[in-house]
């Protein structure tokens, strides 16, 4: 699973290079997506999947448990009338807070 600190890190390699450069070349953007390595239609598609990854994060189920949610993927337990407040009011919890992968819907 990509962490948080990973996502963080690709994202500022992916910031910093282009405000150095307008266009990115395919070599430098596998290279920041992946790491160093040679070029070819392989590496374009493992890009564009890590990619994917970094985006989209992994998902797990809430499965019913008494007064608790129970993550699917870690088994933490979550209190069902938990409660997350904004300067709005109530905000839904929408990962778990132990593994960080989001509740299905």
């Known amino acids: 699973m990509i962490s948080n600190e990973e996502r963080k890190i690709v994202a500022a390699n992916l910031r910093q290079y282009l405000k150095k450069y307008e266009t990115p070349d395919w070599r430098a953007f596998c290279n920041i997506i992946l790491g160093s390595g040679r ?11 890590r990619l994917a990854d970094l985006i989209d994060r992994p998902t797990a189920k809430q499965e019913h448990n008494g ?39």
Do not use: I
């Not at 070029?39 to 999947?49: E, G, I, M, P, S």
């Open 39 to 49: 070029l070819d239609n392989l590496r374009k598609a493992q890009a564009f999947d």
């Open 67 to 105: 007064a608790y949610w129970r993550c699917s993927h870690c088994g933490a337990f979550t209190r069902k009338d938990a409660v997350v407040m904004d300067g709005l009011g109530v905000v839904p919890l929408r990962c778990c807070g132990n593994c960080g992968r989001e509740w299905d819907s």
